[in-house]
């Protein structure tokens, strides 16, 4: 066959093919009128080639492999030497790829750095270091609508659940000592690192959640001077994640960590789905007495929403 009909069978170039017999790994007969003659041996062999390549085995270290059909094998890996070619290039593959994950963890590393280095701690900084973009929500979210699921929280009981703290030590939301508690419950907190759910904008109520804890970093002392006892944050995330952000964002509160949705299945708190995964719906509850006192669901704009909260604290004393 010619070396069109070898390379289109084979599924490569004659580029490809012309480079594979410079390296004495295909040698075609030559024909009375000067053309190559390839016979199906030939054909194999190219295949063989290609498979190997696919894998990261150079076309020069498959030798041993082609060697291995030359004496008479089925297989191009049935010789001792072939296996030895696979180990070789396993190993090659295991250092790229060490050296690789060090550069990534390297550059995680520096990303990290960077972003708890250069991240605002007030709006005006936030001017100052022209970072607003970091806080600042886009002006076409939809706005969430209030579908009920938080309707019967009002007058409920809070259940004997503890949750990891960042704070230290775990908190008992059934035990909160005598007065006013904010609970703020949000899906989840971004990094740089990190992407956000595919299609998160586009969820009523899902964006937002890194303004909303940092408007309640900056009224935190009102609200404390407004009747509020303490201040949390919660959602699904893990304690050392949610520590990182605690530290990044500079929040005088801590956060709460429910990865197993233990609140939301004791009080049938509002959840949605995004990207495959679950979250809690943005809500706050204001805790008394070991009771639901006061809802707020749903919340727009999260980046306002501290106030709102100290708005109802001043209105509704104690």
């Known amino acids: 066959m010619k070396i069109s009909e070898l390379a289109r069978k084979a ?30 041996d030939d054909l194999r062999r190219v295949r063989e080639i ?3 390549t696919r894998l990261g085995i150079s076309a020069d270290r498959t030798r041993p492999f082609l060697e291995c059909l030359d004496v008479g094998h089925e297989h191009a890996d049935d010789c001792p030497s072939s296996l030895a070619g696979y180990r070789a290039a396993i190993d090659e593959l295991t250092m790229r790829i060490d050296a690789l994950t060090e550069r990534r963890t390297e550059l995680i ?11 605002p701690i007030s709006p005006r ?21 209030d579908d009920g699921a938080a309707r019967h929280l009002p007058g409920t009981a809070l259940p004997e659940i503890t949750l990891p703290s960042t ?27 990190v992407d956000l759910p595919q299609g998160w904008d586009n969820i009523p109520g899902a964006r937002g959640c890194t303004p909303e804890a940092c408007d309640f970093r900056d009224h935190y002392e009102d609200l404390t001077a407004a009747g ?11 304690t050392d994640y949610l520590q990182g952000v605690v530290d990044r964002l ?28 679950h979250f809690y719906r943005r809500l706050t509850l204001i805790i008394r007495g070991g009771k639901i006192e006061h809802v707020f669901y749903p919340i727009f704009p999260p980046n306002e929403h501290a106030q709102q909260v100290l708005a109802w604290l001043k209105d509704n004393p104690a």
């Open 11 to 40: 599924g490569v170039s004659t580029k490809a093919v012309r480079y594979y017999e410079s390296l004495g790994l295909v040698t075609p007969v030559r024909l009375d009128n000067g053309y190559r003659d390839y016979s199906a």
């Open 228 to 238: 509020a006892v303490s201040v949390h944050g919660m959602s699904i995330q893990t």
């Open 109 to 119: 590393a520096r990303l990290r750095s960077a972003a708890a280095r250069n991240f």
């Open 250 to 277: 500079r929040l005088p509160y801590a956060m709460l960590s429910d990865a197993e949705f233990r609140l939301a299945k004791a009080l049938r708190l509002p959840t949605f789905q995004a990207d495959g995964e």
């Open 125 to 145: 900084d936030l001017e100052q270091t022209k970072m607003a973009n970091l806080h600042e929500l886009p002006t076409d979210l939809p706005v969430p609508q």
């Open 50 to 52: 290609r498979a190997l």
């Open 167 to 193: 704070g230290g030590d775990p908190v008992r939301l059934h035990a909160l000592e005598e007065g006013r508690h904010v609970l703020y419950v949000f899906p989840l907190i971004g990094t740089p690192d």
